[in-house]
């Protein structure tokens, strides 16, 4: 079955360290975006992709970066991780060829992020 | 001002009880909506797309009011399985963005 796969699922890291994000989805979809949900919040976009090679700042973009190079990966790199980057990371994906208006989102499991 | 904005709850109510609850949104221009259903923090699931004024699938009813810029969720004979944190969730024209409310919390006790 096509699917939708992010690694770490948890990970501890230093302040001033640089982590990746693994997002890897198997349906061929061209969109894929990346959020951080924090409490309080709503799922906040990161940066997104329409394509391989092509990447967008999304509302909460600063202090981390993408790629796109392939139709099934988008690895979110976080530069120097820092204490507020703390939360829990979502990669979802779409494009099932439906008109725009009725396309949704499908989601990946999560990565939480401790940054200390 | 958020774009999407919902009472977090939370909504506590037994079994059976029907519960309900709204969203509301600050553009205009929004195309469509969805409810999207959250377990502890898993990944955020679809539950059902808001078509035009509204729709029904099984217990669960949406319904959009575009005049008050408002979608609303209702859960009939609530089950204990339907405890969860529910997204409301918008789309902005032609785009393939969404964007999503913090969610509201409801606890289905027996």
């Known amino acids: 079955d096509a699917e939708i796969t992010q690694s770490p699922r948890h990970k501890i890291t230093e302040t001033g360290r640089q982590v990746t994000l693994a997002c890897h989805q198997t349906?061929?979809?061209?969109?894929m975006f990346w959020y951080r949900q924090d409490l309080g919040h709503g799922l906040r976009l990161i940066h997104y992709s329409y394509g391989v090679q092509d990447t967008n700042k999304g509302e909460v973009s600063d202090g981390y970066s993408v790629s796109r190079s392939n139709t099934e990966d988008l690895p979110l790199t976080l530069e120097s991780a820092a204490s507020s980057q703390t939360s829990v990371y979502f990669c979802?994906?779409?494009?099932?060829?439906?008109?725009?208006?009725?396309?949704?989102?499908?989601f990946g499991p999560g990565t939480r992020l401790l940054v200390l | 001002r958020k774009e999407v904005e919902q009472d977090p709850g939370p909504f506590n109510v037994p079994e059976g009880a029907t519960v309900a609850f709204n969203c509301t949104y600050s553009n205009s221009a929004s195309q469509s909506f969805f409810w999207y259903r959250q377990d502890c923090r898993k990944e955020p699931k679809l539950l059902m797309s808001v078509y035009s004024s509204g729709n029904e699938d099984g217990r669960f009813t949406a319904q959009l009011n575009r005049a008050s810029q408002y979608i609303s969720l209702l859960i009939r004979d609530s089950k204990l399985s339907d405890s969860a944190t529910y997204l409301c969730v918008v789309r902005y024209s032609n785009d393939y963005k969404l964007s999503f409310g913090a969610g509201t919390t409801v606890t289905v006790r027996a």
């Open positions: 979802a994906s779409s494009g099932s060829r439906l008109p725009v208006w009725q396309e949704t989102q499908y």
């Open positions: 349906w061929n979809h061209n969109n």
